[in-house]
């Protein structure tokens, strides 16, 4: 077995990773946010608590999806058009992940000190 297919063979079981991650984690919120939904004093926040966890899966599982894509561009396939594509998908990625940090919190990362007094969560109890 060549180097490059021990490098291949590793960006596949990341990129499975990174699936399985997606997957599982979905099905968690989602059992979650039923579970929240079967209790009355969890039920108000369930959604929002529900939204959060898809987020926070969401933005590991593209993580790993990355690493995977970092590691194949750089390793295996240093191509002109890899980088490029990798670049595409960095920004694609930079751009999900700030969309989604203000999902999950309600403001953008770098208002995080205005929004928020040290100290204190304006999260729903989780």
Known sequence: MTYDEVVE???QV???AGI????IGAIAAFLGYARDLLEPDRREHSYSRLRRSLARVILLGLELLLL????RTIVVEAT???VLVLGVIVI???LLSFSLEVEIDGYWPW???KAVP???SNEPPL
């Not at 995977?68 to 590691?71: K, R, V, Y």
Request: proline content about 0%; hydrophobic content about 60%.
């Open 92 to 94: 694609i990625r930079i």
């Open 118 to 120: 040290s100290g204190e």
């Open 9 to 11: 063979r590793v960006v």
């Open 14 to 16: 990341i990129e499975a």
């Open 68 to 71: 995977a894509d970092i590691i």
């Open 20 to 23: 399985a991650l997606l997957v």
């Open 111 to 113: 208002s995080r000190w």
């Open 80 to 82: 002109l058009t890899s």
